[in-house]
């Protein structure tokens, strides 16, 4: 009965083509041996005999085995900033550089100041709206106060003024109607006073009018146009704080100046980058996979990164994102695994191997990578039967780095050659070596 165990990953793809150049070396030896080893017409039954025992191949053999695969996807990664913790300053206003107050490379807190831009034209705009918004409360405060009392006492002498006035003009065009009845008096001089009294009446109500205005105190439409004005000059003076605010470039996240462009005295415009910002706390790795395996990443899907530099690291993360098109050329997709980088030694630009796991293939039949060879362009496995070898051809699914899953062409429990089996003519005569155990559960061991 086959024995179930886990094989480890490999990152290569599952086809037939990792035979190499020993699998050429094999087949030139098994072409010797054809000629002078395996010869298919022996003289007589005990010559034949005695011809495989001498003549046999000398092989190293396994067990077709249902097992587990967990097969590994090997691809190079570029690492990558998060664009969500990528702050790209520019300044909001034009103005010159006075001061830097950072260098590349250097890191920054949220608020720190990065740039400092000349400030003087916008120091004089704030000190103009501040006195500005001074004068129009004061016009405030000042009809909300009402009258003084010495205004209202100037007011009312005013009026009683000009009611002696009408009173006197009365009295006189009383007594002057009496000589005008006798003609005793010019009817135009009459009238001229009468006109004079009825200005003096008008100028005497007009008084009064002011009297009672003084008394009721400032009316609320006129209250409400100066403060208006005063609300104007309030947000005129906040505009200015905040352009003067503006002269002081600072980062809006915590992370590390992976560019800066100002130089002291240089002139920016509005809207020109003059830093870049990235919170490397957490980097991305992109990857793009391929289409013959592009099914199989998910959402959350493991893997593990490693770099040149540090060679004795391994940075765990998970997709977080995979890209909505494939490329039109390749038919690769470009997914996003999230990778923790507290240290910060992962920096975007830095190339990576990285390795995905892929969804495990359950109970399959399994045979070592070293079994299976490529005729022609087909996977064949040399199967030893009854001591002597028979070239197989075989269709396999999943590979890791130490099995290849086979779909047709085996049974559980078929002996098969790793080494010295390819290429043997069909019925070759063969001599099994004797692998320890102990090397067999090495072997086992490497692979869970």
Known sequence: MATNHT????????????????????LAISQLLTV???????PGESQASAAATEHSVSVQVARAEITTLRPML???????????????????LGGWVRELEVVEGQSVRADDELV????????????????????KAAAVARLKSGFLPQEIAGAQQDADKAAAVVDGLKNELAALKELLDR??????????????????????????ERVKLLKAGTRPEMIDEAQGLLDAAKADLEQAQLYLQWCSIVSPIDGVVVQL?????????????????????????????????????????????????LPDRVFHGQVTRISGQADPLTGNVIVYALIDNADRVLRPGLSCQA???????????????????????????????????????????????????????????DTVATAGGYGLPDGCPVQIEAVSQSATDEGRSSAQ
Do not use: N
């Not at 400092?116 to 004068?135: F, G, H, K, N, T």
């Open 74 to 92: 090997d691809l190079v990664g570029v690492i990558a900033a998060i664009p969500e913790r990528t702050a790209v300053v520019s300044p909001q």
């Open 116 to 135: 400092v831009l000349d400030a003087r034209s916008a120091q004089v705009a704030v000190q103009r709206a501040q006195a500005i918004v001074a004068e």
């Open 355 to 413: 390795r995905i796991g892929l969804p495990p293939a359950t109970d399959v039949l399994a045979v070592p990578r070293a079994a299976v060879g490529d005729h022609s362009g087909t996977p064949v496995v040399t199967v030893i039967r009854d001591g002597k070898a028979h070239e197989v051809e075989v269709e396999t699914g999943v590979e890791t780095r130490e099995r290849v899953e086979i779909l047709k062409g085996l049974s559980p429990g």
């Open 36 to 42: 002078f080893g395996c010869s298919s017409k022996p």
């Open 261 to 309: 462009l100002a130089r002291r005295g240089q002139f920016f415009d509005r809207a020109i980058s003059l830093a870049t910002v990235m919170d490397l706390s957490e980097v991305f790795v992109q990857l793009r996979i391929p289409s013959r395996v592009f099914g199989k990443v998910r959402i959350d899907t493991p893997l593990d990164i490693q770099l040149t530099s």
């Open 183 to 208: 003609g005793e008096f010019s009817s135009v001089a009459y009238e001229t006073k009468a006109k004079a009294l009825e200005s003096a009446a008008a100028a005497q109500a007009a008084a009064e």
């Open 7 to 26: 094989d480890a990953l490999d990152p290569q793809p599952a086809t037939p083509a990792h035979v190499g150049a020993h699998w050429v070396a094999a």
